[in-house]
């Protein structure tokens, strides 16, 4: 990293301000040679100047040095704060190019946070999550992982495991050293550890990607109208014809901070024809892949054979029975339907709450903001960490070089979440540290 960077770091389009920034150890030479002030160039104070090409003035700007390695890269960083027009911006960014500055590649500013050692790679990753953060609690659990929140629990873990390897790689030569039940017991609690982490990998793809609640039942039972009421605007047609929707059609809204996709579907019947058969083949594929199934009746007439039949063939842990029409005369019964959450509502009214506060007990029902993982990345890195666990623990007292090199397979694969690499001499200082051999 010997070589200068530079990019427009704010979003394109008429604005304010906008900033092009500067890492690397010509950056402070750069601005020396663009900027005009009144003023010398001081660490860490913003000074007023102008951007000067040759005799012409670009813009009036801003300008902010600071020194390594107190910095986001730990490299020399110069801020330009810039008037948001893109030519302004444009113009600078070239003359900071011509100056000795190379056009950053997407992202490389965080890769020099990480390559210098100021963040892990989980943290690098963060980054990222905060600046596409759906909701406000999405971007809560963002900046936690930037500030370590789970490298902390995967270097405690990693650290367990660590020492468990050193016990038995020092029983290789030393057994009478070595305390196989109580390595047995730690290497058990660390997996538990690592088993509660993949749990909080569904609330994390919530936070990440979006849950995903899909309304369902037969046709003209008000699944459209639902599916407005939820956004509050007219998003879906609505006519008393029977089978409207062929389509699928999804708006995403937000539950208590986590994105949900909500998904209106053709409704569940015999087709006629064959875009209402595509249609219906649609949604039952889109029940498949919810998180949420939100069934929906018609409580102004019975309850029919072909509910029943629906019900049965969808039967998931997320299901939620809600009456709609409640505006009319009540005819449904459908107490006879049992382990099922069952709300009673009218979408034609805007009567949709019972509903709303239905899909929040359900979405936060397994919700641990503290247990979040949301990356697929950690996730595998994570089960793989597991598998080789596992097999360690089946391997103690049986076979420890075996056991040895699962753990180690095991630790490789947690360092892959935070990008540091476990050494054998990392393993030899746990062994002389934790040992008195040669007594």
């Given amino acids: 990293m ?8 704010t979003p394109p389009g008429i604005g304010g301000i906008g900033i092009v920034r500067i890492s690397g150890p ?32 670009i813009d009036e700007v801003l300008l902010s040095y600071h020194k390594a390695p107190y910095t986001y890269t730990r490299e020399d960083i110069v801020e330009i704060n810039i008037h948001s027009g893109l030519s302004s911006l444009k ?21 020099r946070a990480y390559l210098s050692g100021r963040i892990d790679l989980s943290q ?21 992982e930037l500030g370590g929140s789970l490298s902390l629990k995967i270097k405690e873990i990693r650290e367990g495991l660590l020492s468990c390897l050193s016990y038995i790689e020092a029983g290789l030569d030393f057994e009478e050293e070595l305390d196989k039940e109580g390595i047995y017991k ?24 979006c849950a995903i609640g899909v309304i369902v039942g037969k046709p003209n039972v008000g699944k459209s109208s639902i ?21 699928l059609v ?31 083949e649609m949604a039952w594929a889109a029940i498949e892949t919810s998180d949420i199934v939100i069934l929906v009746f018609d409580g102004s007439v019975s309850l029919t054979d072909d509910d029943l039949v629906i019900l049965e063939k969808i039967k998931k842990d997320n299901l939620i029975l809600c009456v709609n029409k409640c505006d009319l005369p009540l005819a449904i019964d459908i107490s006879q339907i049992k382990n099922y959450p069952i709300v009673y509502i009218s979408a034609k009214e805007g009567n949709i709450s019972p509903l709303v506060s239905t899909i929040e007990e359900t979405l936060f029902s397994s919700f641990d903001e503290n247990n979040i993982i949301t990356s697929i990345r950690h996730k595998e890195a994570i089960e793989k960490a597991i598998f080789h666990l596992e097999r ?48």
């Fill in 392 to 439: 360690a623990i089946h391997e103690i007292d049986k076979r420890d070089e075996i056991a040895s090199i699962e753990l180690r397979a095991s630790i490789d694969s947690l360092s892959g979440i935070i990008g540091e690499k476990i050494t054998d001499e990392d393993i030899l200082d746990k062994i002389f540290f934790t040992f008195c051999i040669g007594k």
């Fill in 26 to 57: 010509k950056s402070l030479k750069i601005a020396k040679k663009i900027f005009r002030s009144k003023k010398p160039i001081e660490n860490r104070k913003l000074i007023y100047g102008k951007i000067i090409n040759k005799d012409e003035v």
């Fill in 250 to 280: 999804s708006e995403i809204i937000n539950i208590k901070g986590i994105p949900l996709k909500i998904v209106d579907t053709a409704g569940l019947c015999f087709a006629i024809d064959i875009v209402e058969k595509e249609g219906i």
């Fill in 124 to 144: 690098a990753e963060a980054v990222s999550k905060i600046v596409s953060a759906k909701t406000e609690l999405a971007r809560k659990i963002a900046v936690r």
């Fill in 186 to 209: 730690d290497t058990i609690l660390l997996k538990e550890k690592l088993d509660n982490l993949i749990l909080g990998y569904r609330s994390g793809r919530y936070l990440s990607d």
């Fill in 2 to 9: 010997n070589d200068t960077i530079a990019a427009i770091s």
């Fill in 227 to 247: 599916l407005n009421a939820l956004l509050g605007t007219k998003r879906a047609i609505v006519t008393p014809i029977p089978g409207t929707t062929r389509d």
């Fill in 91 to 111: 113009e600078t960014l070239s003359l900071v190019i011509s100056c000795g500055a190379r056009l950053a590649e997407p992202g490389e500013f965080t890769k």
